[in-house]
């Protein structure tokens, strides 16, 4: 394991995964446009059975810059200055360049498994945020690899400082639809080709797994472009981003638009104990996890101070400014905006400090980006000028281009595609209940098919697609592969809490801490009243209504 970065450079590489794994997010009227950007299939090319013979291979909207064998174990570095992993087996690195418009640059890589040890698949891979770079797409490409994949992924399009970055978009029409939707569905036409061009055996099935942006990118794949992939994994979708960069503005202002009311991560274990204390026990097993915090009926205000601001207590404001990040923001008339977060996991590393109270919380950042380069188009906008009306609107007017939040998913089910979605109830980024409002209104729109066709798996004490006091990793991919292949729609999967996440994310050698199935919404685990409530065995999937 020479090389092998120590877990907290693996941490330090993989913070993007949590801090940067945002989207953007609705279309119609580009539709016909889309229609219009298909490339007519081309003849395949001849095989080439030499990785590095790879190079210069013809595409329809570009070519393959580099093509060279990387060895199991070799540190791949997919930006230049980032932190590498090592290889996880032996696979030939395409590096593509495609220009399907003047001003369109999108790099895309390929990662081929030799012949031998491919498993006959595509993996395709979300970016996170604004995209920009390879880190986050690198790591679910790594994990396909490893399994005999062939992955890929794309930076979307534009070169930024950070996947919190959107400084590339105004004046970039085209840029902005390379990372609304024309990128990842390049990148599935550039791998679909390279790997005729590679293997003597044909593609047998496509799978495709992003979170965050990448779950909004997944969602994009299935409304758009449903010939794209057999089988798709979206977790903690970022949309519709209009309204998603919207409410972060609106919660941006209810924390940090009082100076009274913004709360030092200090103050934020007294939330999750106080709720903790309410609410965890109720689902039958005391684990510092509440099982579903839909129904946790915790109010901040029984910890209101008596006197003053004290550490041990929330001033009136800041009280007032938790009750509107747990309700989640409301209109000018009073009604909700979009959903709120819920209580639990106040003090997680990671969840409300990253996101919603800490210094430079995430919310404010990714909004500000949002409404200074694709919608005002002024660098010097803050979230002091905000106004829900007026921005609101003019958001709306642009988010046809990167939004994907169509519930009609009447294409892609007919051809026999699979969805999956996800969401750590505990996610500060992006409200948990946003992606169970997007399930109902598929189930809702898309005909006969699609109960059979979808499933959703919300994941008690989560955080933001990854980490969190609740069990976490789990093989979605693998579900997907056997669903597309014709076993039972997945109806309980098994996840795993590690003592570092992101190391057994990534497949590196980490202790499991506990296992607990995830249940196909709307059921949920329940312990069994025997055994360890550390092992997934002992809980069954169970509907909601049942006492624990
Ligand atoms: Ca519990």
Redesign the pocket.
């Known amino acids: 394991m020479a090389g092998l970065p120590g877990p907290s450079g693996a941490g330090a590489h993989i913070r993007g995964y949590k801090a940067t794994l945002l989207g953007l997010g609705a279309l119609t009227a580009l539709l016909a446009g889309c229609a219009q950007q298909k490339a007519e299939p081309a003849p395949p090319p001849p095989r080439i059975a030499q990785c590095e013979g790879l190079t210069g291979l013809a595409l329809a909207d570009g070519k393959v810059e580099a093509a060279t064998s990387v060895a199991a174990g070799k540190i791949v570095t997919p930006d230049e200055g980032k932190i590498g992993l090592p290889a996880p087996a032996a696979f030939c690195r395409v590096q593509a360049r495609l220009t399907p418009t003047p001003s369109s640059s999108i790099r895309v890589e390929v990662w081929l498994p030799e012949a031998g040890a491919w498993n006959g698949k595509l993996l395709g891979a979300g970016n996170g945020g604004f995209g920009s770079n390879m880190q986050v797409p690198s790591l679910v490409m790594r994990g396909g690899v490893a399994k005999g994949y062939a992955a890929v992924g794309s930076d979307m399009g534009h070169v930024g400082k950070s996947d919190v970055d959107a400084s590339w978009a105004p004046g970039q029409p085209e840029k902005v639809r390379d990372y609304g939707w024309r990128a990842n569905h390049l990148a599935a036409a550039t791998a679909k080709r390279v790997i005729a061009a590679y293997y003597p055996a044909p593609l047998d099935a496509s799978y495709f797994h992003g979170c965050s942006d990448g779950g909004r990118e997944a969602l994009m794949e299935a409304q758009r472009f449903p010939d794209d992939y057999d089988a798709i994994l979206a977790g903690a979708p970022a949309i519709p981003w209009a309204r998603l960069a919207t409410a972060m503005a609106m919660n941006d202002r209810a924390v940090f638009g009082n100076p009274d009311s913004a709360l030092p991560n200090a103050k934020l274990p007294l939330l999750q104990k106080a709720a903790l204390a309410r609410c965890?026990?109720r689902?039958g097993?005391?684990?510092g996890?509440?099982?579903d915090p839909r129904s946790c009926d915790f109010d901040p205000g029984v910890l209101t101070c008596k006197a003053g601001d004290q550490p041990d207590c929330l001033t009136p404001a800041q009280v007032a400014a938790v009750r509107a990040l747990y309700r989640g923001p409301v209109d000018g008339r009073g009604k909700s905006f979009y959903p709120g977060y819920l209580p639990g996991m106040e003090a997680t590393q990671g969840a409300w400090d990253l996101w919603l109270t800490g210094p430079g919380a995430q919310h404010g950042k990714f909004s500000t980006e949002f409404f200074r380069h694709f919608v005002h188009g002024d660098p010097n906008w803050t979230t002091k000028d905000f106004r829900l009306d007026s921005d609101f609107a003019k958001a709306q007017a642009m988010q046809g281009e990167i939004n994907a939040d169509d519930p009609n998913l009447k294409p892609f089910f007919a051809k026999g595609g699979k969805l999956i979605l996800y969401h750590g109830y505990g996610d500060a980024a992006i409200p948990p209940q946003n992606t169970i409002d997007y399930y109902q209104r598929v189930l809702k729109t898309s005909g006969t098919r699609a109960a059979g066709s979808v499933r959703l798996f919300m994941m008690p004490g989560v955080s933001h697609c990854l980490a969190g006091p609740g069990p976490n990793v789990f093989d979605g991919v693998g579900a997907l592969d056997e669903w597309h292949r014709g076993g039972p729609a997945p109806d309980r999967l098994t996840a795993t809490k590690f003592d570092n996440d992101y190391l057994g994310f990534l497949g590196l050698p980490a202790k499991t801490v506990r296992t607990r199935p995830l249940c196909a919404y709307p059921q949920v685990a329940r312990w069994t009243g025997g055994g360890s409530t550390d092992d997934a065995a002992n809980f069954t999937c169970t509907d909601p209504s049942t006492q624990p």
């Open positions: 965890d026990a689902d097993v005391t684990d996890v509440i099982d």
